[in-house]
C-alpha cells in the first residue's frame, strides 16, 4: 500500500517555522520587553473610559500658567549672577609709592572759575603733595546751572610808560570791555587806580631818562641787606638793577621780600605806589569775577595711597618752608565774600566697578548766608573713610578691579569750636575741604551663581513635577467632592 507523501516545501516550511517560533533569540527578546512594561510607572487607560471635567480644564488652564510663571522667574534668577561679599583684615601693606587715582566732578554754584584753585595735600609729617593734576577741566555756568563753555581766564594788557605825552591816557580794548560791566562806584574806583598807575608809570619814565632819581620804600622789609630789584625802564618792573639795600622800587621786589618773612602782603598791594598798574589789573580783574552763574570743575588726580585731603579755596595756594599751607586769600583789591555753594556730580577714589558706592556722590550744599565765624565765606568739610576693595568678575572673560569704597561724613553745619584739632584751619578760610584716610579692612566681591546649570534643570523639572502633582491631587479632591454631592442629592429626591 502506496502512503502519500507530504510536499517537500510543506513539511520544510513547517519545521523552519517551528524553528524560528521556538528560537532562543526571540524568546529573550519577548521577555526584555514584558519586563520593560511591567515596569511603567505611567499606565494608560483607554479614551473611551476617561472622564473629561470643566473644572479639570480649568485647573489645567492655571496649572499651565503658574508653570510658565515660575520657569521664567527661575530662569531670570539663574541667569542674573549675584556679587557676594566677603570681609577681611587688611593684610598688605600700604606703599606710597602705588597711585590712588582720585576723580572730581564739582559744581560751584555762585563762584566764577577764577576766583578758586584746586590744592592736594598729603597727611600730616608729610612733604604735601604737589603737581599732582594730570587733568583739570573748567567750564563756566549760567543761572541754570547749564555749561556755556570753557573757561578762559581774563587778560589785562600792561600799559604803555613811554606814550608820546608822557602818559596812558588811551584805554586798551580789553580795559574797555572789563569796565563795560561795572557799576558806576566800582568804574570809579578802577578809573582811580588807573590814574595812579599812570602817574607811577610816568614817574618810571623819567628815571629812566636820568631826569629824576627814585628810592622806592620796602614797607618794613629794608632791613636784609640785600639789595632789591628795581626796574631799568617804566615797563621792566621784574628786570634787575642794583640798587640800596633800603630801595625798592618795584611791586616785585616788595613781594619778593614780604614773601621771604612769610608777612601777608594785601595792604601793602592796596596801598603801595610800586603797585599801582598791578593794582588796577587786580582789581578789572576781581570786580569782573562778580558774575551771575558758576563754575564746573574736572579733575582727574594722581595721588599717594595715605591719609591727605583736597581743597578748593579762594586764590593761591603755596606752602612755606616749614610745611605750613596757605591760600593767599586777602591778596586782593576788590573784598568779597565767597559763596561756595556746591553739587558734587562725582567723587570717586580707584577705577569704577558695578556697584561702587560713593557717599557724596548727589550731595548739594547751598550756603544761603555767610557764616558768623568767617567774612569771607563758609567752609564746607566732608570726612572719608576708605575701605580698599577687590572685585572680581568670573565667566568667559574674568577680570579683576582693585579699587575703593568710602564713607563720608559732613561738618559743614559744626561749630567751629567742634572742629578743633580736626580741620585744614580753625574756620578763617572758605573753601570745600575732603580728608580722607585709609581703613584697616578690605572687602571682596566676587560675582558667583548659586548653582549650576544641572542644578538648574532640576529646579525646572521640580516645577513642572510638583504643579501637576498638586494640580491632580486638587482634581482628585473636587471630583471627589462632586460626585459625593451628586450622590447626596440622589439620596434625597429618593426620600422625597
Known sequence: MLGVRRPASDTEGGGAGSLRNGSPLLHSRASWTELIRSLDAYPKTVEDVRLRTVAGGLLALVSYALIAVLVVSETVRWLHVPVRSQLSVESRPFRLAEPMRLQVEVDLLA???????????????????????????????????????????????????????????????????????????????????????????????????????????????????????????????????????????????????YQKRHWSFDQVLRTAEQCAEERFHQFLVEAGRVQRGGCRLRADLQVHRAAGNFHLAPGEGHSHAGGQHVHSVHNQVFLRTYNFSHRIHQLRFGPSFP???????????????????????????????????????????????????????????????????MTHASGALPGIFVFYDLQPIHVEYVESR????????????????????VSGLLDRVLFGAGRALAAHKRRMRKHL
Not at 201 to 215: D, K, P
Not at 393 to 401: D, E, F, K, L, P
Open 450 to 469: 548659586e548653582y549650576g546649570l544641572l542644578h538648574f534643570v532640576v529646579q525646572l523639572c521640580a516645577i513642572v513635577g510638583g504643579v501637576f502633582t
Open 111 to 257: 563762584l566764577d572759575c577764577g576766583a578758586f584753585s584746586l590744592d592736594v595735600m598729603q597727611s600730616s609729617g608729610m612733604a604735601p603733595q604737589l603737581n599732582v593734576l594730570s587733568r583739570v577741566q573748567r567750564w563756566v555756568l549760567d543761572e541754570q546751572g547749564q555749561v556755556e563753555g570753557p573757561y578762559t581766564p581774563p587778560r589785562v594788557e600792561a600799559m604803555a610808560p613811554d606814550a608820546a605825552d608822557g602818559t596812558a591816557a588811551a584805554l586798551t580794548p580789553a580795559e574797555e570791555r572789563m569796565l563795560a560791566g561795572l557799576d558806576e562806584d566800582t568804574k570809579q574806583q578802577a578809573l582811580e587806580y588807573r590814574q595812579q598807575a599812570v602817574a607811577f608809570l610816568e614817574l618810571q619814565r623819567r628815571v629812566a631818562n636820568g631826569r629824576e632819581t627814585y628810592c622806592g620804600p620796602c614797607f618794613g622789609a629794608d632791613d636784609d641787606g640785600q639789595a632789591a630789584p628795581a626796574p631799568a625802564r617804566g615797563g621792566d618792573q621784574g628786570t634787575a638793577a642794583t640798587t640800596t639795600s633800603a630801595c625798592c622800587n618795584s611791586c616785585a621786589a616788595v613781594r619778593s621780600r
Open 355 to 421: 556697584g561702587q558706592k560713593n557717599a557724596l556722590e548727589g550731595t548739594h550744599n547751598v550756603f544761603v548766608s555767610t557764616a558768623a565765624e568767617s567774612r569771607l565765606g563758609t567752609m564746607a568739610q566732608y570726612f572719608c573713610k576708605l575701605v580698599p576693595v577687590t572685585y572680581r568678575h568670573r565667566g568667559q572673560r574674568a577680570w579683576t578691579v582693585e579699587s575703593y569704597e568710602y564713607s563720608a561724613t559732613d561738618l559743614t553745619a559744626v561749630p567751629d569750636h567742634e572742629r578743633v584739632h
